[in-house]
């Protein structure tokens, strides 16, 4: 123990390791290994003459006289040549759009794979290419619109330093904007062209010079490629490894860009458990989004609602902690890393999953609360300084016994160095709409009570991103004793093809509470070095090797209260199946009560040490039949367990997927403690009738909290980014299959520019 409390002093004074840390990201520093060995790819961009028709046929002048980005490099399996398959690319502008041109070479005749022809699809079994925007050149932050033979298109945000290893923010296609496409198939090749408006772009206007990559995924031969040289250690779509793009002109200013949508709602919901009458609410609510400059925006919504996204898919609980559900409503995505960045995975000051959501008392399950208005401003100021803004008010909810509360988000960013960058945030929630007189309707709130953080992250990622990762120091503040109130941590990569190491260690206070956040345990001490070494065969098998992944968590009131150790073996097939396979040994002090399954509880004060084997399968996804497997057997606390976790999956050809997502863990555990299985079995069918209409509908049934959920969503996307949502969910005993509750919504956006 005494080891592990050295390196807690070591590293404990925060000022010198932001010192250390702000050295060896500088240029100079040698270590990091700038690999100048990859030309930088140019492509010079001509202003259009004429009109260009987005049609998906690249038959106009302007096209003709394009330059042309190919000559792609091999990504996947090896990243050591050119590309097999062929690919061309090219850009065009003129005052109102930027033109990309794509023309594709199949070299195997066959079927084009896609997940289906809804929007935003994702996945490496796809057939897709993409272009990749950077321009503020600052290769942390960018855009991606991709399209697929059928005319699928796929937009969403780059944002943060990523790695092959592990990332600080990294891929997102929540982020929905209005563009146009269209892509024509050929015998042996196909076509596609994309015009995307300045106005739906984050850009300095004047600018004429901006990063960008290039990436094709090819089903027939399982190849991905790009224009631009990138290292298969790193991700695709890594903004480290970017082309230049040099405009004939200074881009255009895009002028005024204000978009306005507005939505109806109707709603009828019966609670049978309760026995009240049922229930009809109307509403009307929307957004506004305002353009303060080409890079910065404002958004204000009023009234939201968010019915129409889609449940979460439910999860089987065997820790002692809360589970992380990620962001799925609109008004919290975009420009989302400058607020949920910070911290590390399980440990956020920020969660906006916080705001509009509550625990019922009644119950312990979470409900809506209703939001009456948010405003975020978010953006650039400049190319080196990044802000965010928000703030949004919650209504007092009698029923829950909440009150009403205010949440302020303040966060900014500096750009410093190459692509690492120093950021700041402020977060406030403050109890508002309190009845003083009242402490039952209150709930014993007052108007003196909050919960406040402040932060500083510092991210760091060399040039070439062999060296990656983060340290950072929150600090939370309530009324009452904030001694103690603090998180710090360190997560560092190092990531090259043949060697992967990892360091990550935090310390959590006894009274760190962000309130506003996701810290689903605290007062602790943790380090979690890891390694990992792989080896590139020339053969079926694209890559292989061993590793080891650690954690050890200690506090002063128990002294060593967990630990994980696993060594695993990798492989990584050029079919693009993957195999993982391992021994995991945990240990676990109990410090509460815990009851991994209904019955006598395993006692607080006793400690447990047991191995499990653990194993997960990823088939070949650009198979009609695919699925994914992950197992644990072994020993589990004083017992046993069994556990099977997955997705099958049947693709329908183009019009969708039938899926079944599956849980089993069978829990044997000595007298007096109790044995059994918890099931989670979750039906679903993902239908694309036409690229506008879509209907997905899925079943859950979970044995752990006794019940089965159906929901069914339709959505007619009748015009860009304007949907009317038909929205259809009730909840069972899964013993009697009696409904508990059923709601039937209807939805109608419509994005107006104004």
Excluded at 86 to 93: C, D, Q, R
Excluded at 699 to 705: E, L, T, V
């Amino acid at each position: 123990m005494s080891s592990f409390r050295a390196i807690i002093k070591s590293v404990k004074n925060f000022k010198s390791l932001l010192l250390w840390v702000l050295i060896i990201s500088t240029p100079e520093m040698q270590i990091f290994g700038q690999d100048n060995s990859n030309k930088t790819q140019q492509l010079h961009v001509k202003k259009a003459l004429g009109k260009i028709k987005t049609d998906g046929i690249l038959d106009e002048q302007d096209w003709q006289h394009a330059n042309i980005a190919t000559n792609f490099w091999q990504y996947f399996p090896m990243d050591t040549m050119t590309s097999n398959t062929i690919s061309e690319a090219k850009i065009t502008f003129d005052d109102q759009f930027i033109y990309v041109g794509f023309k594709v070479i199949d070299l195997e005749p066959g079927p084009w794979v896609t997940t289906s022809l809804r929007r935003d699809f994702r996945g490496n079994h796809n057939d897709v290419i993409s272009v990749i925007f950077d321009p503020f050149s600052d290769k942390t932050n960018g855009m991606i619109f991709g399209i697929n033979p059928y005319g699928v298109q796929r937009e969403g945000l780059l944002s943060g330093i990523t790695g092959a290893s592990g990332s600080q923010s990294g891929f997102s296609l929540s982020w929905d904007n209005k563009w146009y496409s269209e892509a024509r198939t050929y015998d042996g090749y196909w076509t596609a062209e994309i015009a995307i408006p300045f106005k739906t772009l984050r850009y300095r206007d004047g600018s004429t010079i901006w990063k960008a990559n290039f990436y094709r995924l090819d089903s027939k031969t399982a190849e991905r490629s790009t224009w631009n040289h990138i290292p298969r250690n790193q991700n695709i779509f890594s903004l480290a490894f970017s082309g230049d793009l040099t405009f004939d002109e200074p881009l255009p200013k895009p002028g005024a860009n204000i978009s306005m949508i507005p939505y109806l709602s109707g709603l009828v919901s019966k609670d049978f458990v309760e026995g009240s009458d049922t229930d009809y609410v109307g509403n009307i609510g929307g957004d506004l989004k305002i353009a303060v400059t080409p890079s910065l925006n404002l958004d204000l919504t009023f009234n939201p609602d968010f019915s129409q996204v889609e449940a979460d898919v439910q999860q089987s609980n065997l820790t002692r902690f809360e589970l992380f559900f990620p962001e799925r409503r609109q008004f919290f995505l975009e420009n989302q890393d400058i607020f949920a960045s910070f911290g590390a995975s399980g440990l956020r000051p920020f969660f906006s999953r916080r705001i509009g959501i509550a625990r019922d008392p009644n119950t312990s399950l979470f409900v809506q609360n209703k939001i009456h208005y948010g405003a975020r401003l978010s953006g650039r100021i400049d190319k080196n300084w990044r802000i965010g803004l928000m703030n949004l008010q919650t209504a007092k909810d009698e029923s829950i016994l909440r009150p009403g509360f205010n949440y302020s988000v303040f966060a900014i960013q500096r750009q410093m160095f190459t692509r690492s960058n120093i950021s700041v945030i402020g977060i406030n929630k403050q109890a508002t709409n309190i009845l003083e007189n009242d402490s039952t309707l209150s709930n014993g709130f007052s108007r003196t009570d909050y919960n406040r953080l402040v932060g500083i992250d510092y991210n760091l990622a060399s040039a070439n991103n062999k060296w990656y990762g983060k340290l950072f120091y929150h600090q939370s503040i309530s009324p009452g004793n904030n001694k103690s109130a603090f998180a710090h941590g360190v997560n560092i990569f190092y990531d090259v093809q043949a060697l992967k190491l990892e360091w990550d260690h935090r310390i959590v206070g006894k009274n760190f509470n962000p309130e506003v956040g996701f810290a689903p345990r605290k007062d602790y001490n943790m380090i979690a070095p890891g390694i990992q070494f792989l080896f590139y065969p020339k053969s079926s098998i694209a890559s292989h090797g061993p590793g080891v992944k650690t954690e050890y968590i200690w506090n002063h009131t128990y002294g060593k209260t967990d630990h994980q150790y696993i060594a695993y073996y990798e492989l990584n097939f050029g079919s693009s199946a993957t195999f993982t396979g391992g021994i995991r040994n945990d240990y676990t002090f109990l410090f509460e009560d815990f009851d991994p399954i209904e019955g006598p509880p395993l006692e607080a004060g006793s400690d447990y040490n047991y191995t499990s084997f653990v194993a997960e399968y990823d088939s070949d996804r650009r198979q009609n039949f695919y699925f994914e497997l992950e197992t644990q057997i072994g020993q589990f606390y004083n017992g046993s367990l069994v556990r099977f976790d997955g997705t099958l999956n049947y693709r329908l050809g183009i019009m969708g997927v039938a899926s079944l997502n599956y849980s089993y863990n069978k829990i044997s555990l000595p007298a007096p403690h109790s044995s059994g299985t918890i099931w989670l079995l979750g039906p679903r069918l993902d239908i694309t009738f036409t690229k506008d209409i879509f209907l997905t509908t899925f079943f859950q049934y979970n044995s752990q909290i006794d019940n089965v959920n159906v929901n069914a969503r339709l959505q007619y996307r009748y015009a860009p980014v304007s949907d009317f949502f038909m929205v259809y969910t009730e909840n069972y005993f899964p013993d009697q299959f009696k409904s508990k509750n059923r709601a039937l919504v209807a939805k109608l956006t419509y994005w107006f520019n104004i």
